[in-house]
């Protein structure tokens, strides 16, 4: 069943707001993988996290994983149009499969 | 160009017969999955294959089929007993676990 779970479920923002979307997990994970789904298409990686604690950056995302594995965030600095679409969280499970959470649909009005 | 390709990207089907969605790799991946996409339901995992000749079922595999006789091919096959199978279907791959997946365009399937 469902062990990841992500909040908010949609979130409108204004252009050159920012924007957070968290994925929260009641066990530890082994990893997480963020991906995200633009409207009509398929989910594409971004970014995947193992380090307790680990926070990367990929321009204006900010992605981290919490200290004790059990939550991690994704955040957009000065959110786009480019950036509508919805995000998922993953874990990675060993010897099975990714397992997504529900996603956070991100609208932007300009 | 390698890739994941999964056709048709629309399917109609009538209630009550069995469709075969295509997905087929040229990664050279060992992993493959399943996934079904409702709204507001995220992405759920029907089938998933670590190697070929095996596989196993995922959350939802009720009501679906699949196989894995080649390496780059993992067909699902939605048969008549899936309730409610009207959805967005996209298979993934990856080399093994624990890495990035790759995902085909999708299949939509509308069964009247």
């Known amino acids: 069943g469902q062990q990841v779970m992500q909040i908010p479920q949609y979130q409108h923002v204004q252009e050159g707001e920012d924007f957070t979307t968290y994925c929260n997990s009641s066990t530890t994970l082994s990893n997480i993988q963020w991906y995200k789904q633009r409207p009509g298409g398929h989910p594409v990686f971004l970014i995947q996290?193992?380090?307790?604690?680990e926070v990367k950056k990929q321009k204006r995302l900010t992605f981290q994983f919490g200290e004790a594995k059990k939550n991690s965030s994704l955040h957009i600095t000065a959110t786009q149009t480019t950036d509508v679409g919805t995000y998922f969280c993953a874990e990675n499970q060993a010897g099975t499969a990714l397992i997504f959470g529900k996603g956070t649909t991100l609208s932007v009005s300009s | 160009d390698g890739g994941i390709t999964q056709s048709p990207k629309y399917l109609f089907r009538k209630e009550g017969q069995n469709v075969t969605l295509s997905c087929e790799q040229n990664?050279?991946?060992?992993?493959m999955y399943w996934y079904r996409q409702d709204p507001g339901q995220g992405l759920r995992l029907i089938y998933y294959s670590q190697i070929v000749n095996d596989f196993q079922k995922g959350d939802i595999a009720e009501g679906y089929s699949v196989s894995r006789e080649k390496k780059e091919s993992f067909p699902l096959t939605v048969t008549s007993a899936q309730k409610n199978p009207t959805a967005f279907y996209l298979c993934?791959?990856?080399?093994?676990?624990?890495?990035?997946?790759?995902f085909g365009q999708g299949t939509r399937l509308t069964v009247v």
């Open positions: 990664l050279n991946h060992d992993a």
């Open positions: 993934a791959s990856s080399i093994g676990g624990r890495v990035e997946a790759f």
């Open positions: 996290l193992v380090k307790s604690g």
